[in-house]
């Protein structure tokens, strides 16, 4: 049987494949500073292995547009598998669909 968080991972993919996320410390807090309709992540995932700083900037934003941030207990490198990127890790994944960001933060109530 799989996690929850096996789960949200899975269905990240899916909003990789739809092109409904956000990928990457700057562009995230960049969108969550613009806000345009449809650009604004909407849940944000951090992985277990980003950088202090990074952890607080992200918190720190989401906290500021009241967006809600789920900690991973993946790595950078699952979470750079799951949105389709081979080379490297990724720190944080904004989801920008409402139904698809719906869906994965129900894995973690």
Known sequence: MQS??????????FAARARRITV????????LQKG????????????SDASANTAKRIADR????HVPLHA????????AL????RDGTV???????????GAI????A
Request: glycine share 10%; charged share 15%; aromatic share 4%.
């Open 62 to 65: 989401t906290a500021y547009y």
């Open 72 to 79: 991973l207990t993946a790595d950078g490198a699952r979470l």
């Open 82 to 85: 799951a949105v389709g990127k």
């Open 4 to 13: 929850n968080e096996e789960k949200a991972i899975r269905l990240l993919g």
């Open 24 to 31: 990457g410390v700057p562009l995230i807090c960049a969108a």
């Open 105 to 108: 933060a129900a894995q973690f």
């Open 36 to 47: 345009a309709a449809g650009k604004t992540p909407l849940l944000v995932l951090l992985a």
């Open 91 to 101: 720190a944080a994944v904004g989801i920008t669909d409402p139904e698809l960001a």
